[in-house]
Protein backbone atom coordinates (compact mmCIF):
# COMPACT_ATOMS: atom_id res chain seq x y z
CA UNK A 1 0.00 0.00 0.00
CA UNK A 2 1.31 3.48 -0.95
CA UNK A 3 2.14 5.74 1.98
CA UNK A 4 -0.10 8.32 0.46
CA UNK A 5 -3.31 6.74 0.56
CA UNK A 6 -2.64 6.58 4.48
CA UNK A 7 -2.51 10.46 4.85
CA UNK A 8 -5.63 12.45 5.56
CA UNK A 9 -7.38 14.55 2.77
CA UNK A 10 -6.97 17.79 3.30
CA UNK A 11 -9.44 19.36 0.73
CA UNK A 12 -13.36 18.84 -0.30
CA UNK A 13 -12.97 17.51 -3.94
CA UNK A 14 -11.17 14.40 -2.34
CA UNK A 15 -13.39 12.99 -0.84
CA UNK A 16 -15.18 10.39 -2.67
CA UNK A 17 -19.36 10.15 -3.22
CA UNK A 18 -20.11 8.39 0.24
CA UNK A 19 -17.84 10.50 2.24
CA UNK A 20 -19.30 13.65 0.70
CA UNK A 21 -22.76 12.39 1.77
CA UNK A 22 -21.63 11.23 5.11
CA UNK A 23 -20.65 15.03 5.58
CA UNK A 24 -24.12 16.18 4.38
CA UNK A 25 -25.39 14.14 7.32
CA UNK A 26 -22.56 15.49 9.81
CA UNK A 27 -23.63 19.48 9.40
CA UNK A 28 -27.39 18.91 9.65
CA UNK A 29 -26.97 17.02 12.96
CA UNK A 30 -24.33 19.85 13.77
CA UNK A 31 -26.90 22.66 12.87
CA UNK A 32 -29.48 20.50 15.02
CA UNK A 33 -26.86 20.68 17.68
CA UNK A 34 -26.37 24.19 17.78
CA UNK A 35 -29.95 25.20 17.95
CA UNK A 36 -30.81 22.79 20.87
CA UNK A 37 -27.84 24.88 22.87
CA UNK A 38 -30.37 27.35 22.22
CA UNK A 39 -33.45 25.77 23.99
CA UNK A 40 -32.24 26.17 27.51
CA UNK A 41 -32.84 30.23 26.97
CA UNK A 42 -35.01 30.82 24.40
CA UNK A 43 -38.88 30.67 25.41
CA UNK A 44 -40.76 28.07 23.35
CA UNK A 45 -43.44 30.52 22.47
CA UNK A 46 -40.98 33.00 21.22
CA UNK A 47 -39.03 30.01 18.56
CA UNK A 48 -40.26 26.35 19.09
CA UNK A 49 -37.41 25.35 17.03
CA UNK A 50 -34.69 25.19 19.58
CA UNK A 51 -37.16 23.44 22.15
CA UNK A 52 -37.93 20.88 19.26
CA UNK A 53 -34.24 20.48 18.50
CA UNK A 54 -33.37 19.67 22.39
CA UNK A 55 -35.66 17.00 22.08
CA UNK A 56 -33.46 14.87 19.53
CA UNK A 57 -30.01 16.17 21.39
CA UNK A 58 -29.49 12.93 22.80
CA UNK A 59 -29.32 11.58 19.38
CA UNK A 60 -27.45 14.22 18.35
CA UNK A 61 -24.58 14.08 20.87
CA UNK A 62 -24.02 10.21 20.57
CA UNK A 63 -23.53 11.27 16.58
CA UNK A 64 -21.00 14.15 17.09
CA UNK A 65 -18.92 11.74 19.14
CA UNK A 66 -19.25 9.24 16.20
CA UNK A 67 -18.36 11.43 13.34
CA UNK A 68 -15.45 12.96 15.16
CA UNK A 69 -14.04 9.33 15.39
CA UNK A 70 -15.07 8.40 11.74
CA UNK A 71 -13.35 11.76 10.51
CA UNK A 72 -9.92 11.24 12.56
CA UNK A 73 -8.60 9.16 9.75
CA UNK A 74 -10.05 10.76 6.97
CA UNK A 75 -10.40 14.90 7.01
CA UNK A 76 -8.98 16.94 9.13
CA UNK A 77 -11.19 19.89 8.97
CA UNK A 78 -14.63 18.05 10.02
CA UNK A 79 -12.79 17.05 13.08
CA UNK A 80 -11.70 20.81 13.78
CA UNK A 81 -15.91 22.15 13.28
CA UNK A 82 -17.25 19.04 15.15
CA UNK A 83 -15.01 19.38 18.18
CA UNK A 84 -15.30 22.95 18.19
CA UNK A 85 -19.79 22.98 18.47
CA UNK A 86 -19.52 19.95 20.75
CA UNK A 87 -16.85 21.77 22.90
CA UNK A 88 -19.21 25.26 23.04
CA UNK A 89 -22.06 23.10 24.51
CA UNK A 90 -19.64 21.75 27.16
CA UNK A 91 -22.29 22.85 30.06
CA UNK A 92 -25.22 21.42 27.94
CA UNK A 93 -23.40 17.98 28.19
CA UNK A 94 -22.92 18.36 31.14
CA UNK A 95 -26.44 18.35 32.33
CA UNK A 96 -27.29 15.12 30.10
CA UNK A 97 -24.38 12.50 30.41
CA UNK A 98 -22.07 12.26 33.83
CA UNK A 99 -18.85 10.08 33.41
CA UNK A 100 -17.56 10.24 36.98
CA UNK A 101 -18.26 7.32 39.04
CA UNK A 102 -19.75 7.07 42.80
CA UNK A 103 -19.61 5.32 45.81
CA UNK A 104 -21.75 2.06 45.74
CA UNK A 105 -25.27 3.09 46.98
CA UNK A 106 -24.99 0.77 50.10
CA UNK A 107 -22.34 2.50 51.72
CA UNK A 108 -24.14 5.76 52.34
CA UNK A 109 -25.13 6.37 55.81
CA UNK A 110 -26.26 8.87 58.16
CA UNK A 111 -28.47 10.52 55.22
CA UNK A 112 -32.52 10.82 54.38
CA UNK A 113 -33.44 8.88 51.05
CA UNK A 114 -35.83 10.04 48.64
CA UNK A 115 -36.93 8.28 46.35
CA UNK A 116 -39.33 9.54 43.26
CA UNK A 117 -40.89 6.87 41.13
CA UNK A 118 -44.23 7.26 38.37
CA UNK A 119 -46.07 4.09 38.86
CA UNK A 120 -48.23 4.35 36.13
CA UNK A 121 -51.45 4.20 38.07
CA UNK A 122 -49.75 0.33 39.16
CA UNK A 123 -50.38 -1.30 35.27
CA UNK A 124 -54.10 -0.94 35.75
CA UNK A 125 -54.33 -0.99 31.95
CA UNK A 126 -52.07 -3.99 31.82
CA UNK A 127 -49.30 -2.07 29.63
CA UNK A 128 -46.85 -4.85 31.10
CA UNK A 129 -47.80 -8.07 30.56
CA UNK A 130 -46.68 -8.68 34.09
CA UNK A 131 -48.88 -10.09 37.12
CA UNK A 132 -49.16 -8.70 40.62
CA UNK A 133 -47.16 -4.76 39.25
CA UNK A 134 -48.71 -3.34 42.29
CA UNK A 135 -47.29 -6.10 44.95
CA UNK A 136 -44.22 -5.56 43.18
CA UNK A 137 -43.94 -1.86 43.41
CA UNK A 138 -44.59 -2.06 46.61
CA UNK A 139 -41.88 -4.52 47.60
CA UNK A 140 -39.41 -2.44 45.68
CA UNK A 141 -40.30 0.31 47.76
CA UNK A 142 -40.17 -1.79 50.92
CA UNK A 143 -36.62 -2.74 50.16
CA UNK A 144 -35.17 0.99 49.47
CA UNK A 145 -35.78 1.70 52.78
CA UNK A 146 -35.98 5.45 51.85
CA UNK A 147 -37.19 8.10 54.36
CA UNK A 148 -39.33 9.66 51.59
CA UNK A 149 -41.31 8.38 48.95
CA UNK A 150 -42.72 10.57 46.15
CA UNK A 151 -45.30 8.60 44.07
CA UNK A 152 -46.82 10.06 40.49
CA UNK A 153 -49.89 8.61 38.38
CA UNK A 154 -50.81 6.96 42.59
CA UNK A 155 -54.24 5.00 41.94
CA UNK A 156 -56.53 3.12 44.15
CA UNK A 157 -56.88 4.23 47.97
CA UNK A 158 -56.16 0.41 48.94
CA UNK A 159 -53.01 1.05 47.79
CA UNK A 160 -52.36 4.01 50.25
CA UNK A 161 -52.66 1.05 53.12
CA UNK A 162 -49.68 -1.16 51.35
CA UNK A 163 -47.18 1.64 51.29
CA UNK A 164 -44.92 0.79 53.79
CA UNK A 165 -44.07 3.97 55.54
CA UNK A 166 -46.09 5.23 58.32
CA UNK A 167 -47.04 9.07 57.13
CA UNK A 168 -49.04 9.57 54.04
CA UNK A 169 -50.36 12.44 52.15
CA UNK A 170 -52.03 12.36 48.68
CA UNK A 171 -54.65 14.41 46.76
CA UNK A 172 -55.91 11.64 44.95
CA UNK A 173 -59.87 11.52 44.69
CA UNK A 174 -61.49 8.44 43.26
CA UNK A 175 -64.34 10.18 42.43
CA UNK A 176 -63.19 12.92 40.33
CA UNK A 177 -59.45 11.15 39.14
CA UNK A 178 -57.91 8.57 37.23
CA UNK A 179 -54.83 8.93 39.35
CA UNK A 180 -52.95 11.33 41.68
CA UNK A 181 -49.81 11.98 43.81
CA UNK A 182 -48.37 10.68 47.09
CA UNK A 183 -45.78 11.35 49.43
CA UNK A 184 -45.07 9.10 52.20
CA UNK A 185 -42.71 9.11 55.06
CA UNK A 186 -41.44 7.67 58.50
CA UNK A 187 -40.86 11.56 59.66
CA UNK A 188 -43.41 13.43 61.14
CA UNK A 189 -45.70 15.53 58.76
CA UNK A 190 -46.55 18.75 60.37
CA UNK A 191 -48.26 20.43 57.56
CA UNK A 192 -49.21 19.14 54.31
CA UNK A 193 -51.13 21.17 51.16
CA UNK A 194 -52.29 20.70 48.04
CA UNK A 195 -51.86 23.59 45.26
CA UNK A 196 -53.21 24.44 42.05
CA UNK A 197 -50.62 25.29 39.70
CA UNK A 198 -52.24 25.29 36.63
CA UNK A 199 -55.71 26.74 35.93
CA UNK A 200 -55.98 25.92 32.30
CA UNK A 201 -55.28 21.81 33.27
CA UNK A 202 -56.15 22.00 37.16
CA UNK A 203 -52.64 20.52 37.76
CA UNK A 204 -52.02 20.19 40.61
CA UNK A 205 -48.67 19.55 43.03
CA UNK A 206 -48.21 18.77 47.00
CA UNK A 207 -46.31 19.48 49.98
CA UNK A 208 -45.49 18.73 53.06
CA UNK A 209 -43.40 19.62 55.77
CA UNK A 210 -41.34 16.72 57.82
CA UNK A 211 -39.23 16.96 60.71
CA UNK A 212 -36.03 15.11 62.00
CA UNK A 213 -33.75 16.09 64.20
CA UNK A 214 -35.70 19.20 65.02
CA UNK A 215 -34.74 20.29 61.04
CA UNK A 216 -38.26 21.06 59.02
CA UNK A 217 -37.81 20.03 55.41
CA UNK A 218 -40.44 20.72 52.76
CA UNK A 219 -40.80 17.96 50.35
CA UNK A 220 -43.04 19.13 46.89
CA UNK A 221 -44.42 16.09 44.53
CA UNK A 222 -45.51 17.31 41.01
CA UNK A 223 -46.12 15.90 37.68
CA UNK A 224 -46.02 18.50 34.81
CA UNK A 225 -48.57 18.64 31.79
CA UNK A 226 -47.22 15.64 29.84
CA UNK A 227 -46.67 15.87 25.78
CA UNK A 228 -48.79 14.10 24.03
CA UNK A 229 -46.56 11.13 22.41
CA UNK A 230 -49.41 9.90 19.93
CA UNK A 231 -48.33 11.49 16.88
CA UNK A 232 -45.00 11.01 17.52
CA UNK A 233 -45.19 7.24 17.50
CA UNK A 234 -47.64 7.08 14.59
CA UNK A 235 -44.38 9.02 13.06
CA UNK A 236 -42.05 6.19 13.98
CA UNK A 237 -44.37 3.58 13.18
CA UNK A 238 -44.86 4.82 9.69
CA UNK A 239 -41.20 5.34 9.14
CA UNK A 240 -40.58 1.90 10.74
CA UNK A 241 -43.17 0.31 8.40
CA UNK A 242 -41.78 -2.00 4.95
CA UNK A 243 -42.03 -0.34 2.63
CA UNK A 244 -42.40 3.06 4.34
CA UNK A 245 -45.58 4.48 4.19
CA UNK A 246 -46.83 7.62 2.38
CA UNK A 247 -44.98 10.34 3.60
CA UNK A 248 -48.27 12.90 3.28
CA UNK A 249 -48.86 10.97 6.68
CA UNK A 250 -45.72 11.45 8.35
CA UNK A 251 -45.94 15.17 7.85
CA UNK A 252 -49.87 15.23 8.89
CA UNK A 253 -48.86 13.60 11.75
CA UNK A 254 -46.00 16.22 12.25
CA UNK A 255 -48.08 18.96 11.83
CA UNK A 256 -50.32 17.26 14.81
CA UNK A 257 -47.48 16.60 16.98
CA UNK A 258 -45.22 20.57 17.04
CA UNK A 259 -48.90 22.89 18.09
CA UNK A 260 -49.53 19.99 20.67
CA UNK A 261 -45.87 20.03 21.86
CA UNK A 262 -46.09 23.66 21.66
CA UNK A 263 -49.05 23.82 24.29
CA UNK A 264 -47.76 20.80 26.50
CA UNK A 265 -44.11 23.70 26.59
CA UNK A 266 -46.41 26.74 27.41
CA UNK A 267 -48.59 24.55 30.08
CA UNK A 268 -45.32 23.36 32.00
CA UNK A 269 -43.61 26.92 31.71
CA UNK A 270 -47.42 27.93 33.68
CA UNK A 271 -46.71 25.68 36.30
CA UNK A 272 -43.00 25.71 37.00
CA UNK A 273 -43.24 29.06 37.55
CA UNK A 274 -46.58 28.15 39.89
CA UNK A 275 -44.34 26.60 41.98
CA UNK A 276 -41.03 27.93 41.90
CA UNK A 277 -43.20 31.08 43.62
CA UNK A 278 -44.44 28.79 46.03
CA UNK A 279 -40.65 27.84 46.97
CA UNK A 280 -39.75 31.30 47.41
CA UNK A 281 -42.19 31.48 49.82
CA UNK A 282 -41.21 28.75 51.55
CA UNK A 283 -39.48 29.34 55.60
CA UNK A 284 -37.84 26.07 54.72
CA UNK A 285 -35.56 24.09 52.81
CA UNK A 286 -36.81 22.49 49.97
CA UNK A 287 -36.76 19.60 47.67
CA UNK A 288 -39.04 19.13 44.57
CA UNK A 289 -39.69 15.81 42.98
CA UNK A 290 -41.34 14.26 40.50
CA UNK A 291 -42.22 13.25 37.14
CA UNK A 292 -41.55 16.98 35.12
CA UNK A 293 -41.74 15.52 31.38
CA UNK A 294 -39.14 17.30 29.94
CA UNK A 295 -35.43 16.98 29.23
CA UNK A 296 -32.49 18.58 31.49
CA UNK A 297 -31.41 20.92 29.12
CA UNK A 298 -35.18 22.57 28.18
CA UNK A 299 -36.25 26.44 28.52
CA UNK A 300 -38.45 24.76 31.67
CA UNK A 301 -36.19 22.97 33.74
CA UNK A 302 -32.77 25.86 33.12
CA UNK A 303 -35.35 28.24 34.81
CA UNK A 304 -35.89 25.40 38.09
CA UNK A 305 -31.73 24.91 37.77
CA UNK A 306 -31.70 28.27 38.79
CA UNK A 307 -33.50 28.26 41.15
CA UNK A 308 -32.55 24.89 42.99
CA UNK A 309 -29.81 21.97 41.85
CA UNK A 310 -30.53 19.05 40.45
CA UNK A 311 -29.16 16.30 42.11
CA UNK A 312 -28.25 14.37 38.77
CA UNK A 313 -25.99 16.90 37.58
CA UNK A 314 -24.62 17.12 41.44
CA UNK A 315 -23.73 12.97 41.77
CA UNK A 316 -25.52 10.85 38.88
CA UNK A 317 -23.89 9.02 36.35
CA UNK A 318 -24.67 7.99 32.67
CA UNK A 319 -27.13 9.40 30.69
CA UNK A 320 -29.80 8.83 34.02
CA UNK A 321 -32.36 7.94 31.18
CA UNK A 322 -35.46 7.64 33.45
CA UNK A 323 -38.41 7.42 30.41
CA UNK A 324 -38.48 3.46 29.46
CA UNK A 325 -40.55 3.55 26.50
CA UNK A 326 -38.46 5.25 23.99
CA UNK A 327 -34.92 4.37 22.14
CA UNK A 328 -33.49 7.62 23.01
CA UNK A 329 -32.05 8.14 26.50
CA UNK A 330 -34.65 10.92 28.24
CA UNK A 331 -34.26 12.05 31.86
CA UNK A 332 -37.61 13.50 32.87
CA UNK A 333 -37.71 12.56 36.24
CA UNK A 334 -35.70 14.90 38.71
CA UNK A 335 -34.72 15.69 42.52
CA UNK A 336 -34.10 18.86 42.54
CA UNK A 337 -33.15 20.17 46.39
CA UNK A 338 -32.19 23.56 48.14
CA UNK A 339 -28.89 24.98 47.23
CA UNK A 340 -28.06 24.13 51.27
CA UNK A 341 -28.47 20.39 50.62
CA UNK A 342 -25.69 17.91 49.73
CA UNK A 343 -26.33 14.96 47.62
CA UNK A 344 -24.26 11.93 48.60
CA UNK A 345 -25.18 9.55 46.04
CA UNK A 346 -27.92 9.65 42.54
CA UNK A 347 -29.73 6.55 41.62
CA UNK A 348 -31.24 5.38 38.50
CA UNK A 349 -32.85 1.76 38.93
CA UNK A 350 -32.83 0.86 35.65
CA UNK A 351 -33.15 -2.36 36.21
CA UNK A 352 -36.67 -1.94 37.76
CA UNK A 353 -39.19 -3.20 34.73
CA UNK A 354 -42.78 -1.91 36.62
CA UNK A 355 -43.81 1.23 34.99
CA UNK A 356 -42.88 3.20 31.69
CA UNK A 357 -40.51 4.98 34.05
CA UNK A 358 -37.68 4.19 36.47
CA UNK A 359 -37.41 5.10 39.89
CA UNK A 360 -35.05 7.51 40.74
CA UNK A 361 -33.54 7.97 44.78
CA UNK A 362 -30.86 10.28 46.07
CA UNK A 363 -29.23 10.73 50.03
CA UNK A 364 -29.01 13.88 51.14
CA UNK A 365 -27.82 15.61 53.98
CA UNK A 366 -28.97 19.11 55.02
Known amino acids: MKKNSLKKKTNFTQLNVVDKFILLINCAVLLSLTISYLAKTINPETW ?60 MKETTRITTFNVRQFNKYKWIQ ?85 DTLRVYNLHLTTSNNKYLENITKLIKSKPIKRKSEIINNLKNLIPKMKNSFRQRNIEIEAILNEIKKSPYKCILAGDFNDTPNSFTISKISKQLKD ?39 NKIILSDHYPISADLNY
Open 48 to 107: ILPSLAEKIYPINFFATCLFIIFWSAKFKLPIIINLTIFLAGINTHNNFYKIKSNKPYAE
Open 130 to 214: TEDITKKIINFISSLESDIICLQEFYDDENIKKIPLKNKYTNFDFKKQNSGLLIASNLEIINQKTILINKNTQNEAIYVDLVKNK
Open 311 to 349: SFTESGAKSGKTYRDMVIPLRIDYIFIDKEITVQRLKTH
